[in-house]
């Protein structure tokens, strides 16, 4: 059995579901339409943070995180037995070792990845280690487990269904990926600077604001507001919706055919 449920999504809460979800499921009816899941809970709580024009918290930007975050990769196939531990991470650092049985983390009973998750996901922002009970060669013996600063924000957003509307808030409805080693040496970019690549431009609203502001399919990004160190899109994303300090527009330096070039894209109507 898992630990408390976090905070239960109500019409109070999140007026935007009201009349589409009730409190009973339609066993009468269609019951999976009126049945509302997780991912549209985190939808309406980041939809309510933008409505309100303020930062969005980092549980809510990086929800549910993978164990990766810490270093720990899990056996899919296994009840949370560790199958390796990335050199230098959190879960070396703790002392874990391939072949180890997690049997609880933070005092919640571990089945798989999905409980690892559910723990870090509900683990406060102060807390900087947990508490694993392991099982390894028919011994038990726990564990402390550092959550090294910033540890959430090392996991990938980007494939989340989630990032779209994320997408929209933070650069105005653009889809970025990695450039290519061949596309970066035809551009000079090195590896240790931004370089994406707009894979797609939204052109309906609300996901148009960087069409209408003449972002292109194909443009390099090269810098948002002069940052040139965000590498991923995740990066990006995380710097928009969390530390930028311009809440009406972001600036972005392009490279498009070879020539560098200046966008401001509003955020904001």
């Avoid at 494939?159 to 000079?188: F, H, M, Q, Y």
């Avoid at 919706?241 to 972001?250: D, H, Y």
């Amino acid at each position: 059995k898992r630990g408390p449920a976090p905070e239960m999504a109500t019409p109070e809460l999140f007026p935007a579901l009201k009349e589409k979800y009730k409190a009973k499921l339609n066993y009468e009816g269609k019951v999976v339409p009126s049945c509302i899941h997780c991912h549209q809970i985190g939808d309406a709580r980041r939809e309510l943070v933008f409505s309100r024009k303020e930062k969005l918290p980092e549980p809510l930007l990086f929800p549910y995180p993978h164990p990766k975050t810490l270093g720990l990769i899990l056996d899919p196939k296994e009840m949370a037995t560790v199958q390796s531990i990335d050199p230098k991470s959190d879960a070396e650092k703790a002392g874990l070792k391939p072949g180890d049985h997690i049997k609880t983390l933070a005092g919640q009973p571990l089945l798989s990845i999905a409980d690892v998750q559910w723990v870090l996901h509900h683990t406060p922002l102060a807390i900087t280690e947990l508490t694993a009970e392991v099982e390894r060669a028919d011994q038990t013996f726990t564990l402390k487990l550092p959550l090294s600063s910033g540890w959430r924000q090392r996991g990938d957003i980007s494939w989340r269904a989630s990032t779209w509307g994320l997408r929209r808030a933070a650069l105005g409805g653009i889809l970025l990926v990695d450039l290519s080693d061949e596309e970066r040496k035809s551009t000079n970019l090195p590896k240790t600077a931004t370089a994406l690549k707009v894979q797609h431009v939204g052109q309906f609203a609300p996901h148009d604001k960087a069409s209408k502001a003449g972002i292109r399919k194909g443009d390099i990004v090269t810098a948002v507001d002069e940052r040139s160190d965000l590498l991923r899109e995740t990066d990006v994303l995380s710097y928009s919706l969390t530390e930028r300090k311009t809440k009406g527009s972001i600036a972005l330096k392009l490279l498009r055919d070879g020539k560098p070039l200046l966008i401001v894209v509003p955020l904001t109507e």
